[in-house]
């Protein structure tokens, strides 16, 4: 027991016992934890790989006293660089490959001489750089996400399998914590790092060269977070300069569950290793049990201060002496876990439901109002089937994260998946994979880049995208500037909406474009745009939000320099509480009504499940809202919503 609780084994002991609850805690599936299948198993090793990779550099730049909070974004840029390299540049995917990792062990280096050279902190230079990197991975992609298409045949061969069913960015995982950790333990390199983060003055008395080891290891980690943003640009199939945010805290995270001291001196890269994969099982096995991500990351949060915990001298006291107290604390650690096992396992099987079908419905993201009111829709009318379950998940705008809900929905045994896709390109290929396996996939509102699918719903963007080009040519008498806050740019409405936006305005040459910046679809990103935009342009005639939310947050904008009533608000949408209310309010011009699809979405999946046949598209109308008739229009919206 003893030899068990060595400080280097205690992350391994921690996984095995997370690994044994979850074995109860999974629900179960033919007589079998869905979560014991291989695939979870092997699936789980691929979701952490990305992170893992991360956290190995993160580990070596910790265990020598420092920090690097730049992994994240220089992961963003070699998504970019990597994606642009062999699209644009035509490069061929090694010559990529080689360029992304030279591009972060540059980065790397820099972060190192500031550091070490420079003696400047390294929160500081690294803060620095997470900024660069970041503004360079938008300046290089023009804030834009570079899609990596089907034929790019070799660089995407690092996102599939080896034999069919071990996946390639595992492979490449557990290889570099296997030569790191060697690296680590075996070279003099490694065991200078230790010194250098025990007590680095002693460590340079003894004649260790802190500096060059200190650059050395920066670079190390610049050049694995490339690395690890070589793997995600070929899992997303697209370079992204919003990819990466907060990676380096989930980094920071496994290394310090793995063991390590935030202090410098202690850790390992196996250590580590065993932080992801605990982290990884855990958000995996809630995720099979539909657990709220409020919940998951509650948990996270817990098992970091409980991991932060375990190293201290006052929890080996408290060990050492409940170890003396109960000699026989094997049996009961035992007891404890069949406890807890057959706690979980009963509420595993008490909660499966009565229902005869289960629908996953992956929703790219709760945190706008049209996302809430089409939930609202679906539930509403799944409620009028007895037969039917819906699991709804949040990807939170984040495209790996909807990836994995979906295969994890896949495992939960779903007869049919309702998707809402973040983006285009990174989710295609998980939308395909559930498709060729049988499963029904319904895609609403936002398009994939295939037509791997069963049923696409949703209205015509490009056509709203003109009429609301229209009416500001008539608002506008032929001739005016105009703001474009555009929605994000992977998601086929963003691109559709504004084409057909300049379809409508290109026989007008006096309408003039004259900022056409990217807020993501959301509220906050268009009020900070919209205030560059006002400092850079002396007059405006109208705004042109791709939603609601951001048209409204450019007039919030607007309003709080009192340059509301210079312009023109139009917005998309339309729901009756928001846009709709917002043209009766007078804050809105217009919307287009663009309708949230939960409702159809439900209908459609009850004939597919019945095996009724239904059309590969159903477009959805459309409506001009203005003040005429705006009152009108939010009554029957009203009525609907009900009913
Ligand atoms: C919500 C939303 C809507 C918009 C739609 C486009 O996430 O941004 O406001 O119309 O998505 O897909």
């Not at 994979?433 to 996939?441: A, F, M």
């Not at 209205?459 to 608002?475: C, M, P, Q, S, T």
């Amino acid at each position: 027991m003893r030899f068990l609780f060595r400080s280097w084994l205690r992350p391994y002991v921690g996984l095995i016992l997370v690994f044994i609850l979850a074995c109860f805690f999974s629900p179960v599936r033919n007589g079998w934890p869905v979560f014991l299948q291989i695939e979870n198993i092997l699936d789980i090793v691929r979701q952490a790989s990305v992170r893992g990779i991360l956290a190995v550099g993160m580990t070596f730049v910790i265990i020598s006293g420092g920090i690097d909070l730049s992994v994240g974004s220089v992961l963003a840029l070699a998504t970019v660089i990597s994606a642009l390299s062999i699209t644009e540049w035509q490069l061929g995917a090694p010559a990529a490959i080689s360029l992304t990792l030279i591009s972060g062990a540059l980065a790397g280096l820099f972060n190192g001489v500031a550091t070490a050279k420079g003696r400047i902190q390294p929160f500081v230079t690294t803060l620095a750089m997470m900024s660069i990197a970041r503004g360079l991975a938008m300046a290089f992609s023009h804030n834009y996400t570079i899609p990596i298409h089907n034929d790019q045949t070799v660089f995407l061969w690092l996102e599939g399998f080896v034999f069919g069913i071990i996946p390639i960015p595992a492979v490449f995982f557990l290889l570099i914590v296997a030569v790191f950790q060697v690296l680590l333990v075996y070279t003099a390199f490694g065991r200078n790092l230790y010194a250098i983060g025990g007590n680095e003055t002693a460590a340079r008395l003894a004649g260790v060269r802190v500096d060059r080891n200190k650059i050395i290891t920066y670079a190390l980690c610049g050049c694995l977070s490339a690395a690890a943003g070589v793997l995600q640009a070929a899992q997303m199939h697209q370079g992204d300069p919003k990819e990466g945010v907060a990676f380096e805290l989930d980094a920071i995270a496994a290394v310090v569950v793995g063991g390590a001291n935030l202090a410098g001196g202690s850790g390992n890269v196996v250590g580590s290793l065993a932080g992801a994969l605990l982290i990884g099982v855990i958000v995996n096995v809630l995720g099979l049990r539909n657990v709220e991500p409020s919940i998951q990351k509650i948990v996270i949060g817990a098992l970091l201060v409980l991991a932060v915990a375990a190293q201290t001298q006052t929890f080996n006291q408290i060990w050492r002496n409940t170890m003396k107290r109960f000699r026989r604390m094997q049996t009961w650690m035992i007891a404890i876990l069949c406890l807890a096992g057959v706690a979980g396992f009963m509420t595993g099987c008490s909660s499966k439901s009565d229902a005869k079908y289960l629908i996953g419905f992956s929703q790219c993201n709760y945190n706008e109002p049209w996302r809430k009111a089409m939930n609202d829709a679906a539930a509403a009318q799944a409620a009028k089937y007895p037969d039917i379950q819906l699991n709804f998940q949040d990807a939170e705008q984040k495209n790996d994260q909807q990836g994995n809900q979906v295969r994890l929905l896949v495992r939960q045994g779903i007869d049919l998946l309702i998707i809402s896709p973040n983006e285009a390109a990174p989710l295609t290929p998980v939308v395909e994979e559930v498709y060729n396996s049988g499963i029904p996939v319904i895609v609403l509102d936002r398009a994939i880049l295939s037509d791997a699918y069963t049923c696409f719903i949703g209205a015509d963007n490009r056509e709203i995208g003109r009429r609301a080009g229209e009416y500001a040519v008539k608002l506008l008498n032929g001739k005016g500037k105009v703001v474009e806050i555009q929605g994000l740019p992977g998601s086929p409405p963003a691109i559709d909406r504004s084409e057909g936006f300049h379809e409508a305005i290109a026989d007008y040459p006096e309408i003039e474009i004259i900022h056409n910046p990217v807020a993501d679809w959301l509220k906050s990103k268009a009020i900070d745009q919209m205030k560059i935009a006002l400092q850079a342009h002396p007059h405006i005639d109208l705004v042109y939000g791709h939603n609601d939310p951001m048209a409204l947050g450019a007039r919030l904008a607007a309003a709080q320099v009192g340059r509301e009533a210079e312009m023109k608000f139009l917005g998309i949408d339309a729901l009756w509480h928001e846009g709709v209310q917002a043209v009766i309010d007078g804050q809105l011009d217009a919307t287009f009504w663009y309708p949230t699809c939960g409702r159809e979405a439900v209908e459609y999946a009850m004939k597919i499940l019945n095996g009724e046949n239904v059309p590969k598209t159903v477009t959805l109308p459309t409506k001009l809202v203005t003040q005429e008739n705006a009152q009108e229009f939010q009554n029957e919206l009203k009525a609907a919503s009900d009913s």
